[in-house]
């Protein structure tokens, strides 16, 4: 067992379960969201906006940021913590190893607020 | 004549390794890699490498033939060689102590970790613990592993973290006793392998299945190991 503390659910399962799930989401919004571009060619601003007013869409479009942000920390941790290591650059790697990781931690939250911040602002 | 370029390192003489190249008469004939090896050596004793049973048993030939992990004593010139060239490096990602011959340290220790062992507190019986053929059958394709670490060291997630993650060959032996029905360390086995690196690093490549020379395929062990915690877990 190796003890990780960076790492989004702590555990292998969720973090892979998390992974799949988010994949999921995220390919769902994509199908949803090119089908409504199709749908509706001569989509005006009015009414893109009354779409991502609605609560519903405005629940999607949330689910679908945390998943990118959720999917985002998994798969850059996996390469930070590929890369990063003491073994391949030397004893400096955990510091900056740690600061990849907290900035990429860091800027995925900034993200999921401002986005936030944007769909119930409209 | 065919051209051999061989990795070469003598830690106590070369400052850094370097490829030697030979030329070999083969009189046309379709020998396996070991051989070749074999009289080389007859004619530089200094070139190190593995080698004992050479018939694909023992596993401690395993090198890099011409790009692709395998075992020297069963590979025949006719799938190694490119364009009468064939070039022999040690297995990679593991640290070299001469020529051909890796520290195989880090492999093992990751062995060791899966506790590579049946595990059964119960009382023995007086003859032997039996299982059905159908139990029997799940070990078919999971016991036969030589541990010639071809398919470890042929994994990026292994090179990178050979300190974290298993690797196929331990996570094949992992699953040989997670599938065995006499062992009862199922739970204890599984909460060892859920962190994200033991078993969660296989990204599915599958490079593992692709050299093991003994045509096992330790990422459908890996499959089946992550439908047991996702059973267990959930």
């Not at chain 1, 510091?95 to 939250?109: D, T, V």
């Not at chain 2, 020998?31 to 009289?39: I, Q, S």
Request: aromatic residues 10%.
């Amino acid at each position: 067992m190796v003890t990780t503390v960076t790492s989004l659910g702590r555990s292998g399962l969720s973090d892979w379960m998390i992974q799949r799930v988010s994949a999921w989401v995220m390919t769902a919004y994509l199908v949803f969201i090119v089908g409504y571009f199709f749908a509706n060619p001569n989509l005006d601003y009015a009414q893109w906006s009354e779409l991502n007013s609605s609560l519903p869409m405005r629940m999607f479009s949330l689910i679908t940021i945390l998943s990118i942000a959720a999917h985002a920390w998994i798969g850059l941790w996996c390469v930070l913590t590929d890369y990063i290591t003491v073994r391949l650059i030397g004893p400096k790697a955990t510091a900056i190893r740690i600061f990849f990781q907290l900035g990429m931690i860091a800027a995925s939250l900034l993200y999921v607020v401002w986005a936030i911040d944007i769909l119930w602002g409209i | 004549m065919l051209n051999v370029s061989i990795y070469r390192y003598n830690p106590e003489i070369d400052s850094e390794p370097y490829m030697q190249d030979f030329k070999v008469d083969t009189q046309g004939k379709d020998v396996m890699v070991l051989d070749v090896l074999e009289k080389l050596k007859t004619e530089d004793p200094t070139l190190s490498f593995r080698r004992s049973c050479r018939e694909g048993v023992c596993g401690s030939d395993g090198v890099n033939i011409s790009g692709k992990n395998g075992l020297a004593c069963i590979t025949p010139l006719s799938e190694a060689v490119k364009g009468n060239k064939l070039i022999i490096r040690p297995l990679p990602g593991l640290p070299v102590i001469r020529d051909l011959v890796i520290d195989m340290s880090q492999f093992y220790a990751q062995y060791e970790k899966i506790q590579p062992y049946m595990i059964n507190n119960t009382p023995a019986p007086a003859i032997e613990r039996l299982q059905s053929q159908e139990e029997r059958a799940k070990l078919d394709g999971l016991y036969e592993c030589i541990l010639c670490a071809c398919c470890s060291t042929a994994c990026p997630s292994f090179w990178w973290n050979p300190d974290k993650f298993i690797g196929p060959s331990g996570l094949l032996q992992a699953y040989r006793f997670l599938a065995d029905s006499r062992d009862t360390a199922t739970e204890e086995r599984l909460a060892n392998l859920d962190d994200p690196f033991s078993v969660f690093r296989c990204h599915g490549i599958m490079n593992c299945v692709q050299v093991c020379p003994k045509g096992l395929n330790p990422t459908k062990a890996i499959g089946h190991i992550r439908s047991m915690l996702i059973r267990s877990a959930t």
